[in-house]
């Protein structure tokens, strides 16, 4: 190893003993309920340990370290599964947006108890008429002396039946084009009007939920960043969410990474077949890849240059490795993929991650939607010609449902 | 692990860059490829002698510059991105690499220095008529003959051995493989230039007939073997995230500025998606390179790993990205005149030359334990 890995390598001694004693056992025969409260737990011994927020500020509660200890943090954790979903987007996304763009007050009152696992965060974006066209939504906050009056309805939205507070984005001026009019604010979800509804996704769970808005009201100071403002903070989120998705954590038991497919191949007798070593080989090579293209970013950014658009690299690469894994996968377990015995785990979880793959390449921005950033932000391309960009939210034809 | 290049090696990028803008413009590709040599004497006169990039991972107590794989792979990403006319893959890097390996302090004090400094040029040969690394023991054979080892039969696909001063060969010596080293002028020596998919890149089939050569002695012949093909993979995947590059600026110059339909052909979601799979693949490739370069200077356990990804990822993936770079320019990316074909014969070339897919994704499987 090179020298200048020294304090490196020293982070990676700690994480590697503190997460062998202290990774708790996987959760999976107990309640929801059970399954928070041990994830609450987890995370405050993460942050009494000095692993929460490893990059987040100091002041805050952060560890103020770089994307360096975050790597090593993350390599690992792919050897344990950690509770530590309820607060990936906290983690990921509201959190590192509330470092960029909230006021002292703000940081000083929610980064703390989100790094101790006391309060989930949510994110309230997408609508049931906004989804990759997310400056289109129709949510509404309308200015009630110093305070706001929010109405509408989110879709998709992890998390939200845990969730304490919310980012979410809302229509605060309709007379100006699209992306002009828009304010982002933190929400508590407890607050009166606020109401969450499973949604069911095509796996038969319900990660996701629908959250409704009825004359909720927020104060002055739940916005982040500026009013009408919200886009520029929107692209911020949206960024760290990219960059989340990508660089996030493998699971040790997903089963359609490369190190369990090749397991199951060596298990199956299947790792002798020429055909199957070539394609485990390919897809190690591009689950690979995209570690390495993470790595590098992350490195960038300690040497000064962010990743900006190129998180979409990530994000679409992440995508197509999975959609590569159900493949391989395919090719290995064959006709098990298709039925197994009702006492068999492993058919199970093979059956629900073939079923998740979909939204990979959707949830977060579709594929699509990664390559036009990519093409627009990274490479300079042409934009499309934009038949809304001058016109006034109110005059514009939204979605696929009448105008509320 | 270090994945992005310190300010020197930034400085030593820039400095090839713009002496090869200068000096192996497209026209002077064409030029040299069009003419008899297969190489451009004056510019690599320039890249060794003047800037002293043919002995990078050449100690400076043997004559070279004691830089690393991680330099010369820079250096070999420019030379890639203007598909420069220079035997520098041939010499500065197999060549090298195979006498570094060898350890016969014979060799070395007889060779190095020269191969550092570009005076002289070498190849390497470890292929027979199927091409597969190594396989050159099938058709050539050593024998000791008046108190000195001669070579006997062919090798085949050996990059710039049209024109190498010293040409290493993999030969069946009679206990088993062995390398040997033999003069370009040596007595029984005959060369045939092969006609090339890459017009870029000369390749020679060499006949010997009793042809005096010396026994390298030192490592194991077939660990040299390894070694080199590791060091080769880097070497050309440092040619391909070049080449990659390279076709990509290519291809979002023409899409912003070729107008179809009243509009940038760029705009359009399906020539857009395009380009960002092209620099998707350019990205991922690029961060291989890195790690597989660093692997070679700081952890050479890790070597055998990194260059088997490396070939097995880029190869295939710098060819498809020079075809997409065909495709996005549509009839002109067709021309003999555009320099798009080139590249994309040289992706194709350099995507064959340590073996076909199948080999690569076989080694790189082995290498994991699958």
Same mark, same amino acid.
């Given at each position: 190893m090179d020298v200048e890995d020294g304090p490196v390598d020293t982070f990676r001694a700690r994480v590697r003993q503190w997460l062998a004693d202290n990774a708790p056992e996987?959760?999976?025969?107990?309640s929801p309920e059970e399954q928070l409260a041990a994830a609450k737990r987890f995370q405050a011994a993460l942050y009494d340990a000095g692993f929460? +927020?490893?990059?987040?500020?100091v002041e805050f509660g952060?560890?103020?370290?770089t994307a360096a200890e975050q790597q090593v943090f993350n390599d690992e954790a792919a050897d344990y599964d950690l509770p530590t979903d309820p607060f990936m987007i906290g983690m990921g996304m509201c959190g590192p947006t509330l470092v960029d763009l909230g006021t002292t007050e703000q940081k000083t009152r929610y980064l703390r108890p989100l790094l101790r696992g006391e309060r989930i965060w949510c994110q309230l974006f997408s609508e049931p008429g906004a989804g990759s066209d997310v400056a289109s939504l129709q949510t509404r906050a309308v200015g009630d002396g110093s305070d706001w009056v929010v109405n509408g309805q989110k879709v998709w939205t992890s998390g939200a039946q845990q969730a304490d507070f919310g980012a979410l984005l809302a229509r605060t001026d309709p007379d100006v084009p699209k992306h002009q009019g828009l304010t982002m604010f933190i929400v508590?979800?407890?607050?009166? +009007?606020v109401s969450v509804r499973p949604l069911r996704d095509m796996t038969g769970r319900a990660p996701f939920n629908e959250v409704y808005f009825d004359d909720v009201r927020l104060p002055a100071d739940a916005v982040l960043g500026e009013v009408d403002g919200g886009w520029a903070a929107a692209v911020t989120m949206l960024g760290h969410e990219r960059v989340s998705i990508g660089g996030s954590v493998r699971r040790r038991h997903d089963p359609l990474a490369y190190t369990n497919l090749a397991e199951l191949a060596r298990r199956t007798g299947r790792a002798d077949d020429p055909v199957v070593r070539g394609e485990l080989a390919e897809l190690y090579a591009a689950e690979r890849a995209l570690t390495l293209f993470n790595s590098r970013l992350r490195q960038e950014a300690d040497s000064g240059t962010p990743p900006g658009a190129r998180g979409s690299v990530a994000k679409l690469g992440g995508a197509e490795l999975l959609w590569r894994a159900v493949r391989v996968a395919g090719l290995i377990a064959g006709a098990r993929t298709a039925a197994w015995d009702p006492a068999d785990e492993a058919g199970e979880e093979l059956a629900v991650a073939i079923n998740a793959t979909p939204a990979s390449s959707i949830a977060g921005g579709t594929n699509q939607i990664q390559r036009g950033i990519i093409g627009d932000r990274v490479l300079g391309l042409p934009k499309e010609p934009q038949v809304d960009r001058d016109v006034p939210f109110r005059e514009l034809r939204v979605g696929t449902q009448p105008r509320a | 692990m270090r994945l992005v290049l310190d300010s020197e090696q930034r400085q030593l990028r820039s400095t090839v860059r713009e002496l090869l803008a200068d000096h192996a413009p497209p026209t002077r590709v064409r030029e040299v490829m069009d003419g008899g040599d297969g190489y451009d004497p004056a510019l690599w006169r320039r890249v060794s002698?003047?800037?002293?990039?043919?002995?990078?991972?050449?100690?400076e107590s043997r004559g070279g510059s004691g830089a690393g794989h991680v330099e010369r792979c820079v250096v070999l990403e420019e030379l890639g991105r203007a598909l420069a006319p220079v035997p520098y893959l041939a010499s500065a890097a197999l060549a090298v690499d195979t006498v570094l390996a060898l350890e016969d302090a014979t060799l070395e004090q007889r060779l190095l220095a020269g191969l550092a400094s570009g005076e002289r040029i070498g190849a390497v040969a470890p292929a027979g008529d199927d091409g597969d690394w190594g396989s050159a023991t099938a058709s050539l054979t050593a024998g000791w003959r008046d108190g000195g080892w001669v070579l006997d039969g062919h090798v085949s696909f050996v990059v710039s051995g049209d024109v190498a001063d010293t040409v290493l060969a993999y030969a069946t010596a009679p206990e088993g493989p062995a390398w040997f080293a033999v003069s370009g002028d040596a007595a029984g020596l005959g060369r045939t230039r092969l006609r090339t998919l890459d017009p870029t890149r000369p390749m020679a089939r060499l006949e010997f007939a009793s042809t005096p050569a010396h026994r390298a002695d030192g490592a194991d012949p077939a660990a040299v073997l390894e070694a080199v093909r590791d060091r080769a993979a880097v070497a050309l995947t440092a040619e391909r995230v070049g080449m990659m590059s390279r076709v990509l600026e290519m291809t979002v110059d023409y899409t912003k500025s070729r107008v179809q339909f009243g509009r940038p052909v760029g705009s359009y979601q399906a020539v857009k998606h395009g380009c960002a799979d092209m620099y998707c693949a350019y990205q991922q490739a690029e961060s291989v390179l890195r790690y597989a370069a660093w692997a070679a200077d700081h952890a050479p356990a890790e070597l055998p790993l990194a260059a088997a990804l490396a070939q097995a990822h880029t190869g295939p993936a710098s060819f498809r990205v020079a075809a997409d770079a065909v495709q996005l320019h549509g009839g002109v990316g067709y021309t003999w005149e555009h320099d798009a074909h080139l590249y994309y014969k040289r992706a194709k070339t350099s995507e064959l030359l340590l073996g076909a897919a199948d080999q690569q994704r076989e080694r790189l499987a082995e290498r994991l334990g699958v």
């Open positions: 996987p959760t999976v025969n107990r929460a +927020g490893i990059t987040w500020p952060g560890q103020g370290l508590d979800m407890h607050a009166p +009007g | 002698a003047e800037l002293g990039l043919a002995g990078l991972v050449v100690s």
